[in-house]
C-alpha cells in the first residue's frame, strides 16, 4: 500500500515483544523493531484489556453540556471531563455510552448519535475510541456522585462556559477537548 505523499507503507520487523507488566486490567509492551531503513529500535505501548473506550457528550434540554469532576493521580489533581470509560466484552460502543452516562452522571438519553472513533494517543496507547452526544438527557441531579471512579460531582455548563475555561486551561482532559471539537464539527456541517 502507498501513502498519499508516496511512500510505500511497509510495517517494521518485531524482532522481540515482552509485557513487563500486566495486572490484568493493563498491560505494558514492549516490542524491539527493525524499520525498513535497517534501524532498529524499542516502542513501548499500553494496551487496555478491554475492547474499547467510549466518550460521551451530553447536553441537558436547556442545551447546557454535563462535565463529571474526577480525581486523575497522575497528573495529582481534580478535572472537569466529559463522562466516558472503558467497554465491556461483548458490549457494543453505544450500548457502552448508554452504560457510563447512567454510571457517571445518572443521566439517560434515547438520542445517541455516533461522532467517530479516534486513536487518542496511538503513539503511548493501542485502543480505539469511539465519541459520542447524547441530547435531550434526562435525570439531572446537581448532588451525583461515583465513588468507584473517583467522581465527586457533576457540573452543567454552557457552551460559552465551556469555551471559556478552555481557554483558561480549566478543562485540559484531551478526550474531552477532541470530543468537543467533533461534536462542534458535526453542529456546524464539518463532519
Known amino acids: 500500500m502507498i501513502s498519499a505523499d508516496g511512500h510505500e507503507n511497509v510495517l517494521p520487523e518485531v524482532l522481540k515483544s515482552s509485557a513487563p507488566y500486566d495486572d490484568g486490567w493493563a498491560r505494558l509492551n514492549k516490542d524491539e523493531l527493525r524499520f525498513p531503513d535497517g534501524s532498529e529500535g524499542p516502542r513501548i505501548w499500553l494496551e487496555l484489556q478491554f475492547p474499547f473506550v467510549c466518550n460521551i457528550v451530553p447536553t441537558l434540554p436547556s442545551g447546557d453540556l454535563v462535565f463529571i469532576e474526577v480525581y486523575r493521580h497522575p ?24 452504560r457510563e452516562l447512567k454510571e457517571e452522571t445518572g443521566l439517560d438519553t434515547k438520542n445517541l448519535t455516533s461522532l467517530g472513533k479516534v486513536n487518542v494517543d496511538p503513539g503511548l496507547l493501542s485502543h480505539d475510541t469511539y465519541v459520542f452526544r447524547a441530547e435531550n438527557c434526562t435525570g439531572w441531579n446537581a448532588g451525583h456522585t461515583d465513588s468507584a471512579d473517583q467522581i465527586r460531582g457533576v457540573v452543567s455548563l454552557s457552551l460559552d462556559e465551556v469555551e471559556r475555561r478552555i481557554a483558561a486551561e480549566d478543562i485540559t482532559h484531551g478526550p474531552t477537548l477532541i470530543a468537543l471539537y467533533l461534536d462542534r464539527l458535526s453542529r456546524t456541517g464539518g463532519h
Open 75 to 98: 497528573v495529582r489533581r481534580w478535572l472537569l471531563e466529559l463522562p466516558g470509560g472503558l467497554g465491556e466484552e461483548g458490549e457494543t460502543p453505544d450500548v457502552s455510552a448508554q
